[in-house]
């Protein structure tokens, strides 16, 4: 829907990040209709080990990631589209922890009295494009 209202013109990255991010966090944030603990489930299939699991979401969700990845490409040319690749991974592995629960966050910093889902979504979202946007380091390295 999106690329056809865009035609020609590239959507703007925030667009992109929205449409494949924002969707996956607002039904995260579901909690009366089952989208809460269906992708509280899906986090954990992304950050725990399970090569079943993990086979049958890259063939089901291929053409869905490929479109997102065309449209990231053609809104950002000027990123090099292995470094875009590499920021979808550290974006999808943001996106699942984030989901899958706060037990980890509580467990490293104690109280933690903030775990209302329907947060998470600006936070998050600030994150990814923060991170897709960000210049590489020189020689990798941080300054």
Same mark, same amino acid.
């Given at each position: 829907m999106l690329?056809?209202?865009a035609?020609?013109?590239a959507l703007k990255p925030s667009r992109i990040v929205d449409a494949f991010f924002g969707t996956a966090?607002?039904?995260a944030a579901d909690l009366d209709g089952g989208g809460h603990t269906f992708m509280r489930l899906l986090g954990r299939t992304h950050t725990e080990l399970n090569e079943f699991v993990r086979q049958f979401l890259a063939e089901e969700? $291929?053409?869905c990631v490929g479109r997102f990845l065309a449209a990231l490409y053609r $809104?950002?040319?000027e990123v090099d589209r292995k470094e875009i690749l590499w920021r979808f991974h550290f974006m999808?592995? $943001?996106m699942s922890y984030g989901i899958a629960g706060t037990d $980890?966050?509580?467990r490293v910093a104690g109280q933690f009295d903030d775990e209302d889902p329907t947060r998470i979504t600006p936070r998050l979202m600030s994150f990814l494009l923060?991170?897709?946007r960000a210049p590489l380091a020189e020689g990798g390295m941080f300054r």
């Open positions: 690329e056809a209202e035609g020609e013109t966090l607002r039904m969700y $291929a053409e $809104a950002l040319p999808m592995g $943001a $980890a966050l509580q923060g991170g897709l």
